[in-house]
């Protein structure tokens, strides 16, 4: 049988792997050696839980969605990422991450940001913790996610805007690299997502877990039976995705559903959908399918979702596809608009538009009426609230 985890050398099948310049070697191999120790540590998992309950707010609840349940024949149940503290699964992961790196005797932290909301839940926990903090941002989302840099600057984080490249999350990601090089020494980097170099996918992924281990608690209570049919998840880097599924990665009678952004359509030119479009390549550290020319150059994403455009997608998800465990789906932006807005109308949250793609399947597939399908509302709509205003506009 496939095992759907990590190898002892960091693969998932054929892609993973820590594809880093010899700078990098001993600041990641100290990372190797401690994380496993760490995350295994029952202090450290006491305090990590401790902040997740009395600090983020978990368990987050599992809500039956009863009139989308009825409308697509089937029970669905959403588990409720946005009611975290800062909106979103992404303090999860700083959380324990940044818990992580004061162990490790780490005193500055350094993240990469697209949207926003990782930069947000980092400086977050600095802030908290009394860290120093500072944020890459690439310059033109600087520019279009205002708020959330007024967040971080009031929080006490220095945010860098990076004018490199087409100065958005990629060239964001280059930086903090580059910061990392020179001052390992101190400074800790938190990954926002399943992607870097081993072990950054299964770290992020295990800190995730919390996720699908409450989902499991929930369904025990509520259905009596601690697993769903299908487990669904959007997937920009795969770290909502993987936190989701983690806990039934090897149990086959869970299907899982990946729904990936079609943006203006796959064949448009105007997409982020990864794994239908991708070729092997390496970025940011891993071996995983990626955007690219026929010679080889990243190319740019698109999505109507910022935490959606990325041109890579983190390893272990890359193998679940890949492997067929996983089925994907292209959400585009249009589909994944109306499932923003029916799950607005019909259950009255309003989601972020990443979740909305995980959404937005229900009308690409059926289920049967007995399936009971859990879907991760990764996060909550406040950000997006100047797309869906203006996308009513243009539909009144
Ligand atoms: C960042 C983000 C995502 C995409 O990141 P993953 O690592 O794929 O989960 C999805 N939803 C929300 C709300 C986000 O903030």
Known sequence: MNDFNISETGYYGEFGGAYIPEILFPPVENLRKAYSEILNDPDFQREF???????????????????????????????????????????NNAIGQILLARRMGKTRIIAETGAGQHGV??????????????????????????????????????????????MTLKDATNEAIRDWCGNSSNTYYVIGSTVGPHPYP????????????????????KEGRDYPDYLVACVGGGSNAAGTIYEYLNDLKVKIILAEAGGKGIDSGKSAATIRLGRVGVIHGAKTLLIQTEDGQIQE????????????????????????????????????LKAAFDLTRMEGI???LESAHA??????????????????????????????????????
Do not use: W
């Open 121 to 166: 839940a980092a400086a977050t926990v600095c802030a908290r913790m009394n860290m120093e903090c500072v944020i890459y941002m690439g310059k033109t989302d600087v520019e279009r996610q205002q708020l959330n840099v007024r967040k971080m600057n009031m929080l006490g984080a220095k945010v860098v805007p990076v004018t490199a490249g087409n």
């Open 350 to 352: 309003i989601p972020a």
């Open 49 to 91: 839980h401790a902040l997740l309950c009395d600090y983020a707010g978990r368990p987050s609840a599992l809500s039956l969605a009863e009139r989308l349940s009825e409308k697509y024949a089937c029970k669905i149940y959403l588990k409720r990422e946005d009611l975290n503290h800062t909106g979103s699964h992404k303090i």
């Open 359 to 396: 959404l937005g399947i229900f009308d690409k597939r059926p289920f049967k009426p007995d399936d009971i399908v859990v879907v991760c509302i990764s996060g909550r709509g406040d950000k997006d609230m100047e797309t869906y205003v203006t996308s009513l506009l243009r539909n009144a």
């Open 202 to 221: 299964d770290m992020v992924a295990r800190i995730q877990s919390v996720i699908g281990k409450e989902i499991k608690q929930q369904l025990a209570e």
């Open 301 to 336: 994403p698109y999505s109507i979702s910022a935490g959606l455009d990325y041109p890579g997608i983190g390893p272990m998800l890359a193998n679940l596809a890949k492997t067929n465990r996983a089925e994907v789906l292209a959400i585009n932006d249009d589909e994944a």
